[in-house]
């Protein structure tokens, strides 16, 4: 390891602490086998994302200043397995709270420690090769807030590169979104539906048996369409995959 | 601006179950796409000339007041007037009276958008005058009596098929006519040659207009432009406010990228800059071509409203339609179902910025926030910003629905108390999982219903990851 970096904190998100328990576990799973202590504030929820994105940002604001409050009680780095996520934290919490006296310094303090796990492994560590081993033919799906919104282009790729067993599948459009768009998948849902069905088809057009992407609402969103195609194809966050070795 | 009865809803709905529709869109979304990411791959610089054309564009809004003048002046100096109108009503007088002071009969157009804004075509055609689209795709959408779908594909919706079906009705085309598009073409040729030479106004819109010299810049694939500008002893440009550059210089950058961000080509068939109407000594004429009179409307038309606004930013838009095109839900629903002269991203940043929110605050909503209109925009525009600011400013106007509101607020009030939030999510699992069908659901009720109408939802699992980590880690 190059850096200095002894501990994290981990804001493992509201859907993977509720929806997908194993994959937070997954997270604390390679980031330990790293040599990192991990820290977890009990006292976390949800970053305010879904009242953000709807327009309620007095909602959004209350929420944001929370989980600041919550996350600045350790100097360590941040890590959320989740672009989305991340992107709010990075990037809207500076926005949302640039007039607030009390918080626009902590929401920018707050934002130049946190990182998306992939960006942390290979970016800030310099890490790559984890040791991995997998079986099955994979696509990968770019989640939209961390393809656009972070920067995540190159760095899953490469994770997912050094996975032993893992035969990587090339899905068209992998770059589109999904469709999902949080409560405009509800809202717009008709829209929503005719886009997921487009991935859906690219996915099952990719010859992969396996989808993996770095946002588990994303991957909720193409599961319970597959699901409801009767598609065996499986859906997996990438910690899921770095996690076996 | 006319909305209709019929809500985006419906609107989507139809268009989402218009078979003929969804393979066009595919099929030219698709090949614009395409053909966009190889026009900026073959060229190196692509990137910097980007940057370089957002900042001619900054530039130019941020001094829209000083540039206008310059604009004003120069016109007036190369010997055409220029004409203010604060608003679409202000606009169709002028070009009325212009029209009707000079005894003009027939009147040929050129692809205006902000002639869509003004619905000219209704103003002159009241006041006795026959207009005629001559962009071709312009022509077949009036021909249907229909709008046009997409800012620089108006007919994007319609396939060879309905235009030969059209044209048969329309122009009593034979089969020999329709035998195949180059026929089809040829045969629009033949009637609209006809119209520009009895025209006696040709009205074009603007794709740039240049401060320094008082030329306006037209591009297009058919010549029309070409045509309509000087053919008739009257030309009539409407211009919208915003579309100034500088200098020449600046127009050459903007041109670079246009075409290439359109449709992928280095550059339109015809380029045209327009400085002045023919040129005249002692009454005599010096030049073999052009109108006697040329004059420009500059328009505001709610304009300076965004200029004043967060929203300031979408008036760099250079109209090449690239957001549309890379749009998912562009690509699924056309630009029909956005009822306004301005689909796809843009649109839903401009409708609500000219015409206010209300009716037009779906349109911000009808978005996953992906950043693909964001990615392609060739001024690099901050689309997804504007998007949110909307919904923010419909949310502060109590303009969504109740249960959102109020399901909003209780969310934030468990979210800020972690006992709270813990113990709901205990429970929803706990009550989920005694209804779940194998740890998924089928239906959801209520507003949620959406989800489940087009997938399966997952059931929160049995313990949250808190509750391991306090369990296996906290003793
Ligand atoms: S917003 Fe950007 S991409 Fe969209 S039409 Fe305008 S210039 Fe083109």
């Not at chain 1, 902590?106 to 997998?134: I, K, N």
């Not at chain 2, 003004?118 to 009596?145: C, P």
């Not at chain 2, 030329?215 to 058919?222: A, G, H, K, R, Y």
């Not at chain 2, 502060?396 to 006992?419: F, H, I, M």
Request: aromatic share 6%.
């Amino acid at each position: 390891m190059t850096t200095d970096i002894k501990t994290v904190q981990l804001f493992v998100t509201c859907l993977i602490d509720k929806f997908f328990p194993e994959t937070g576990l997954a997270v604390v799973d390679i980031l330990e086998a790293l040599g990192l202590t991990v820290e977890f504030p009990l006292a976390q929820t949800c970053c305010g994302q879904p009242a953000f994105n709807a327009g309620f940002w007095d909602d959004a604001r209350a929420m944001a200043r929370y989980t600041i409050d919550v996350l600045a009680q350790s100097d360590a780095p941040i890590i959320i397995p989740s672009g989305s996520c991340g992107d709010m934290i990075i990037h809207h919490y500076v926005d949302l709270l640039a007039n607030d006296p009390h918080y626009a310094a902590p929401a920018q303090a707050v934002s130049t420690r946190t990182y998306e796990f992939t960006q942390f492994l290979v970016d800030v560590l310099g890490v790559t090769d984890l040791h991995s081993t997998a079986t099955g033919c994979v696509a990968y799906h770019a989640s939209c807030h961390g393809l656009r919104g972070l920067g995540l282009k190159t760095q899953p790729h490469r994770l997912l590169k050094q996975v032993a067993g893992l035969e990587p599948k090339e899905l068209p459009g992998s770059e589109e979104c999904c469709g999902f768009g949080g409560l405009f998948a509800v809202k717009m849902s008709q829209i929503s539906g005719a886009i997921l069905q487009r991935k859906l088809d690219n996915i099952e057009a990719s010859g992969a048996d396996m989808v993996v992407g770095t946002d588990v609402s994303c991957l909720m969103h193409i599961a319970g369409g597959l699901r409801r195609r009767g598609s065996a194809i499986n859906v997996k966050h990438i910690a899921d995959i770095l996690r076996e070795r | 601006m006319a909305v209709s009865n019929v809500t985006f809803y419906e609107r989507v709905e139809e268009a989402l179950h218009d078979r003929q529709l969804q393979t066009a869109l595919d099929i030219s979304t698709t090949r614009f796409t395409t053909g966009r990411q190889n026009a900026l791959a073959a060229l190196p610089e692509a990137e910097a000339l980007r940057d370089h054309a957002r900042r001619i564009r900054a530039h130019t809004i941020a001094h829209l007041d000083r540039y206008l003048a310059q604009f004003a002046d120069s016109v007036e100096r190369v010997g055409g007037q220029v004409h203010w109108a604060e608003t679409a009503a202000e606009a169709n007088q002028i070009v009325a009276e212009l029209a009707l002071s000079r005894n003009v009969k027939n009147v040929v157009k050129s692809k205006s958008m902000v002639s869509e804004e003004l619905h000219l075509n209704q103003t002159l055609e009241a006041n006795g005058m026959k207009v005629v689209e001559t962009d071709l795709g312009e022509y077949i959408a009036q021909l249907a009596g229909e709008k046009p779908s997409h800012i620089i594909a108006p007919v994007i919706h319609k396939t060879r098929q309905d235009v030969a079906d059209l044209f048969r009705r329309k122009l009593q085309a034979t089969d020999a006519d329709l035998a195949d598009v180059p026929h089809m073409t040829a045969l629009a040729r033949r009637v609209l040659r006809s119209e520009f030479l009895q025209a006696d106004m040709g009205i074009s819109g603007a794709n740039f207009a240049v401060a320094e010299t008082g030329s306006i810049c037209l591009v297009t694939n058919e010549g029309n432009g070409r045509l309509t500008t000087t053919t008739p002893r009257l030309h009539v440009a409407l211009l919208g406010m915003e579309r100034l550059v500088p200098t020449l210089e600046d127009l050459g950058v903007m041109l670079q990228i246009l075409a290439r961000s359109a449709t992928g080509q280095k550059t339109s068939v015809y380029t045209n800059i327009i400085t002045g109407p023919r040129r005249t000594t002692a009454g005599q004429p010096i030049e073999p071509d052009g109108p006697d009179e040329l004059h420009i409307v500059i328009i505001d038309n709610g304009r300076s409203q965004i200029l004043g606004s967060e929203l300031a930013e979408i008036l760099y838009c250079i109209r090449c339609g690239a957001c549309l095109n890379a749009c998912p839900v562009y690509q699924q629903i056309g630009g029909h179902a956005y009822n306004s002269v301005y689909q796809g991203p843009v649109g839903s940043v401009v409708t609500p910025g000219l015409y206010g929110l209300d009716p037009w605050h779906e349109l911000p909503q009808a978005s996953t926030l992906c950043g693909a209109c964001r990615e392609v925009c060739p001024v690099r525009i901050n689309i997804p910003r504007m998007l949110l600011k909307l919904r923010s400013e419909t949310a502060e106007a109590g303009l969504n629905p109740d249960w959102l509101k109020r399901g909003l607020r209780l969310y934030r009030q468990t979210v800020v108390r972690p006992g709270w939030y813990h113990l709901g999510g205990q429970l929803t699992s706990w009550l989920s999982r005694k209804i779940a069908d194998n740890g998924w659901f089928k239906k959801l009720p209520g507003p949620l219903s959406g989800w489940t109408d087009h997938r399966d939802f997952l059931a929160p699992a049995k313990k949250s990851f808190s509750q391991r980590w306090r369990e296996e880690r906290e003793q």
